[in-house]
């Protein structure tokens, strides 16, 4: 666990903390860590959410599955980013998402009621840490509203331009690097690939954007 300390230093859980505050937490909180391969499924649709997880190394992603099979890509997260917070603490009895990693990594799990419940002595950190959660949720909920009014644009062109200035603003400049390909890009959108590829092409002939593979330029105001 030693070598993970950098990366849970840099999750917005243990913000303000030094590692030997993490340490001491962590023999308190008891996590679980977590080998995946690729493919391996970490929390399941419709299970309860009694976990949360930081990602240690590697990647996953949460995806979003209905009755005929298909899914939409909610996020993909790296190693220092956090999953699952917002169901475990909500208490929510059945999952709507799939966690799955996207390749070979560790995750850690903490139990969220152990989070959530005070320690047998005063505890600075801890308190720290229910503070830094609560921000982070409120956080990834409003990353969340952001994401609904992407997808509920009417067209194609619409949501890839919603989503690309979203993500100029997230850079805070007009070139920038999407964490997606291109397959990513259009189950995260909720649409067809060939249909984005080409509304793409197209914006970019119009001189609208220019892109290099995951790189991207917005070229108008």
Do not use: W
Not at 13 to 39: D, V, W
Not at 193 to 211: P, Y
């Amino acid at each position: 666990m030693k070598q993970f300390l950098p990366i849970l230093a840099r999750n917005p859980l243990m913000e303000n903390m030094s590692e030997e505050q993490i340490s001491s937490l962590l023999s308190c909180l008891k996590p679980q860590l977590l080998s995946c391969q690729k493919g391996n499924i970490i929390f399941h649709q419709d299970d309860p959410a009694r976990f949360f997880g930081i990602v240690l190394s590697g990647s996953v992603q949460v995806l979003r599955g209905d009755t005929q099979g298909s899914h939409i890509m909610i996020a993909e997260l790296f190693p220092g980013e956090m999953f699952g917070e917002t169901f475990a603490c909500a208490g929510t009895n059945a999952l709507p998402v799939n966690v799955i990693a996207r390749s070979e990594c560790v995750v850690l799990l903490f139990e969220h009621e152990r989070v959530l419940s005070a320690c047998a002595r005063p505890c600075k950190a801890h308190s720290r840490l229910i503070l830094n959660l609560l921000r982070s949720t409120a956080q990834k909920n409003l990353f969340l509203s952001r994401k609904l009014e992407i997808v509920m644009q009417r067209t194609t062109r619409d949501k890839l331009m919603a989503y690309l200035r979203f993500q100029a603003q997230q850079a805070n400049a007009n070139r920038f690097t999407i964490p997606f390909d291109r397959q990513e890009l259009a189950d995260f959108l909720g649409v067809e690939r060939s249909a984005m590829s080409t509304e793409l092409n197209k914006l970019k002939k119009a001189g609208v954007i220019h892109f290099e593979k995951n790189e991207f330029q917005l070229l108008l105001p």
